[in-house]
């Protein structure tokens, strides 16, 4: 039965309000307040929609907040790596703020149309100029903090950096969770608590505590691994392209990606899959690593940049998914969104604009809902939030169980099946814009997987049939040749 909340039977340790972590009583102070844990993109977006139902909302952040301008946080470690927000995620984005995307651009984004705008070798080859998706790139930096000054101009929502949260406080009829502990033992009251903390979430161990079984979890990592340096812009008249994405394949597992940023730079990040193909993080074999790619574009576009800064590691992406949405007991006024319930191989660009389709489902399903009756919505609410990361992951997943030495299930029949029609689809998409269209509308997550099913696309991929999916990799696109020529 689908209820949005679950009795416990007696005696369980969540019926027993009287041990630790149990509020003894009702706080009315909490009544009309949201918490959301974590200050990164999920759990500003889902602040910005609580904002709409409850006349406060509390961003409670263990990390203390840049307040002068853009930086680097060790909450979000990822940060100095390439980040990608597709045209479904920044559409969202400027429903819920609007004016976003211009803030953005004048704070240094740019927005290109992807793959018109790149050199882009896929593992089919290069990609023409073909119609695609628009894409937003920025330093995570400057994208966390342009929405996050955005988001706090709601006077609703207020901001509590340098409190890391240690555990819930579940309600004295034990079914539901009524606030948050902090780390000098503070307890925080709220109608609702949303975990966006990321990929360090403790929820697991917090709903253990108050007597919830372990969700269940899905994991597939193709141990994939990052290494990303700046650069300053070299002037090139003549260059006609403003970004360089060489994917890796199985056989030839590594790749690279090269973005432009604000203040003249690029922002470049190398790739491979396997611990054999993993890129270096000493500077001196940077650019020998970008020598070995497919193609020699990143390498001949950075071997006379001046490098920014040194080169950045990264190991932490694995795909994996903690089905809170699968469990059978869940507390009323706790939900899990963003990385902390589904995180994503950042290789596809896809966690931004997930954070956004789950802040969208949770505006929709609290829409006709009052603030007293939201709580007690929260196991529905955690399964529509949840479903908003099913078609990324079906992406992530099938992609990386390519890779020999990715570790999870192996492809079944049907993911067998579905894998060689892509790689179909990937070859007419490089040049075929009745392909193009379909396929970035999937991959941007603006259409629906079943898009490149329908009977004018499938003919149109069928009919490539005798081209290869893996040819021989020509150094340049016809329509682009090397620096200088």
């Known amino acids: 039965m689908d209820n949005d909340t679950d009795n416990h039977p ?49 961003l409670v952040e263990r990390d203390e907040l840049p307040q002068t301008g853009p930086a680097f946080r060790p909450g979000v470690p990822q940060s100095r790596h390439v980040h990608v927000l597709w045209s479904r995620g920044l559409e969202l984005m400027e429903q819920m703020l609007p004016g976003i995307t211009g803030k953005l651009v004048a704070a240094g984004a740019a927005v290109l149309e992807s793959p018109r705008d790149f050199l882009w070798l896929s593992p089919a080859g290069w990609f023409d100029a073909v119609p695609g998706a628009e894409v937003l790139l920025a330093g995570r930096e400057v994208i966390d903090w342009t929405v996050r000054q955005e988001v706090l101009r709601d006077g609703r929502i207020r901001v509590r950096a340098g409190s890391p949260a240690t555990g819930l406080v579940a309600g004295a009829d034990g079914r539901s969770v009524t606030g948050v502990r902090l780390r000098d033992g503070e307890p925080l009251a709220a109608r609702l608590v949303v975990d966006a903390t990321g990929r360090t979430s403790k929820t697991p161990d917090w709903l253990a505590a108050l007597g919830h079984e372990v969700p269940e979890a899905s994991r597939c990592d193709s141990r994939l691994a ?10 090139d008249p003549g260059r006609r392209w403003r970004g360089v994405y060489v994917q890796g394949r199985p056989d030839s597992p590594r790749g690279g990606v090269l973005v432009p940023l604000d203040g003249d730079r690029w922002l470049v990040t190398l790739l491979g899959y396997g611990s054999a193909h993993a890129p270096p993080t000493k500077d ?5 690593f970008a020598r070995t790619l497919r193609s020699p574009a990143l390498y001949d576009a950075i071997r006379d940049a001046k490098p920014l800064s040194s080169a950045t590691g990264f190991r932490g992406t694995a795909n994996e998914w903690r089905h809170y949405e699968r469990m059978e007991r869940w507390p009323a006024g706790f939900i899990v969104l963003g990385d902390a319930s589904c995180r994503f191989n950042p290789v596809y660009g896809h966690g931004m604009t997930v954070a956004a389709l789950a802040a969208d489902a949770l505006a929709a399903a609290i829409r006709d809902l009052g603030p007293a009756e939201i709580p007690g919505a929260a196991r529905r609410l955690q399964r529509r939030t949840a479903a908003a990361a099913e078609v990324a992951w079906q992406i992530a997943t099938s992609e990386d169980q390519r890779y020999p030495e990715t570790e999870g299930p192996p492809p079944d029949r049907a993911a067998r099946i579905l894998q060689k029609y892509m790689s179909r689809v990937m070859v007419g998409a490089n040049a075929d814009p009745g392909i193009s269209a379909p396929f970035f509308g999937v991959l941007s997550l603006s259409a629906p997987p079943n898009t490149l099913l329908s009977p004018g696309t499938v003919v149109r991929v069928l009919s490539k049939w005798r081209l290869p999916t893996d040819p021989e990799t020509t150094a340049y696109p016809s329509h682009h040749g090397p620096p200088g020529a």
Do not use: W
Request: aromatic share 8%; glycine share 10%.
């Open 226 to 235: 990052y290494s990303s340096r700046y650069f300053e812009t070299p002037k």
């Open 10 to 58: 007696a005696g369980s340790p969540a019926s027993r309000p009287n041990e630790p972590g149990h509020a003894p009583g009702h706080d009315p102070a909490a009544d009309d307040h949201a918490m959301v844990l974590g200050a990164g993109l999920a759990g500003l977006l889902a602040a910005r929609v609580l904002a709409t139902k409850f006349a406060r909302v509390t």
């Open 284 to 288: 001196e074999e940077f650019l020998d």
